[in-house]
């Protein structure tokens, strides 16, 4: 299964942004998905996950402001950014776990400046 990220964009802060992971093959199966980002110097951080029982956190810095979701029928999880600040600029990345086995999609940029 390979998962493909896009969305991504160049916006002002305050708007909003939509991410897609789609995926080439059933998510039924995975345990958990999840985005992460990086900001330029930056190690990669986990930003949102999603487990396949539809348990759902978030790092702190985004909770209120991102949600994330899955729809299984789509093979897709989205990642819904609103009121972007210009510290959630970052290289967004898509993520997926079948059992021990890991999944990482190539990222998409998300920049917010005014």
């Known amino acids: 299964v390979q998962l493909q990220a896009s969305g991504g964009g160049s916006v002002q802060p305050g708007r909003s942004l939509r991410l897609s992971c789609a995926a080439s093959?059933?998510?039924?199966?995975?345990?958990?998905m999840a985005w992460y980002r990086q900001a330029p110097g930056k190690q990669r951080l986990l930003v949102a996950t999603i487990t396949s029982g539809g348990k759902i956190g978030y790092i702190g810095s985004v909770q209120g402001r991102f949600t994330i979701s899955r729809d299984n029928a789509e093979n897709t999880v989205y990642l819904q950014m609103n009121s972007l600040k210009a510290e959630d600029t970052a290289v967004y990345y898509c993520?997926?776990?079948?059992?021990?086995?890991?999944?990482w999609g190539k990222g998409t940029q998300v920049t917010v400046s005014s």
């Open positions: 093959g059933s998510i039924d199966s995975f345990n958990a």
């Open positions: 993520y997926g776990r079948v059992g021990v086995r890991e999944y």
